[in-house]
């Protein structure tokens, strides 16, 4: 299994409808963070988290919204689902500073 | 903010030959990471190395950082080695060395390998 899991990995939606997008992770990481591929780019980040309380805008964060359940989960929203928001969507983990971020295999969504 | 530039942006290989990936980055860095995207769009890890230099099989990696540059090697490539490898840096928010724990990341080198 893998230690960070991506829920659902496959999502087509229409426009305005809002939609959740999951992340758990079984590696005991405190850091927790979503990020943003579209075609033919990098990656870009949405939002980070590094505690249970603590919640940080990245720098394409307009138009989504997270939370963080719990040290292992950590959901990205699109309240209002707009088709540039069409992209692969990766959720990844660190433990503290300086050390290995790990991704998950990543969620396909498409707003129609 | 910092800057990741990669090159070259596109590379395609015979099956057999070497390849060498560069990576620059324009500040101090305290998390330097190496990923290869494969088709299906999963991200491998390849090598953590903010300093220094790692083998791993066919690939190595070694990273100046007081030159601000990074190179992935890969020797030996086989098809299954096609895809985008990325290079992302987490810059030191402070002298002490404490990373803001975000990485940036280049465009990406998109390797193709013919057999």
């Known amino acids: 299994d893998a230690d960070v899991t991506q829920t659902p990995r496959n999502r087509i939606t229409k426009t305005g409808k809002r939609i959740m997008l999951e992340c758990s992770q079984t590696?005991?990481?405190?850091?927790m963070y979503w990020y943003r591929q579209d075609p033919g780019l990098g990656l870009r980040l949405i939002y980070y988290?590094?505690?249970?309380?603590?919640?940080n805008k990245g720098e394409i964060s307009d138009g989504y919204s997270v939370s963080r359940q719990a040290q292992a989960k950590f959901s990205l929203s699109l309240e209002s689902a707009i088709p540039n928001q069409t992209a692969l969507y990766f959720c990844?983990?660190?433990?503290?500073?300086?050390?290995?971020?790990?991704f998950g295999e990543g969620s396909w969504l498409t707003v129609v | 903010g910092i800057q990741v530039e990669q090159s070259p942006p596109d590379l395609i290989l015979q099956e057999g030959a070497n390849s060498t990936l560069r990576c620059n980055f324009s500040?101090?860095?305290?998390?330097l990471q190496w990923f290869h995207q494969n088709p299906w769009g999963q991200l491998i890890n390849l090598f953590y190395?903010?300093?220094g230099t790692k083998q791993n099989g066919r690939l190595s990696a070694t990273t100046v950082a007081t030159e601000r540059y990074s190179l992935l090697y890969i020797s030996s490539s086989q098809t299954t080695d096609s895809g985008v490898y990325f290079c992302?840096?987490?810059?030191?928010?402070?002298?002490?060395?404490?990373?803001?724990?975000?990485?940036?990341f280049g465009q990406g080198t998109i390797l193709t390998v013919h057999p």
């Open positions: 990844a983990t660190q433990r503290g500073s300086g050390n290995t971020i790990y």
């Open positions: 590696k005991g990481h405190d850091r």
């Open positions: 988290s590094f505690d249970v309380k603590d919640i």
């Open positions: 500040d101090s860095v305290n998390n």
């Open positions: 190395i903010p300093s």
């Open positions: 992302a840096v987490d810059i030191q928010a402070n002298a002490g060395g404490t990373s803001y724990g975000k990485l940036t």
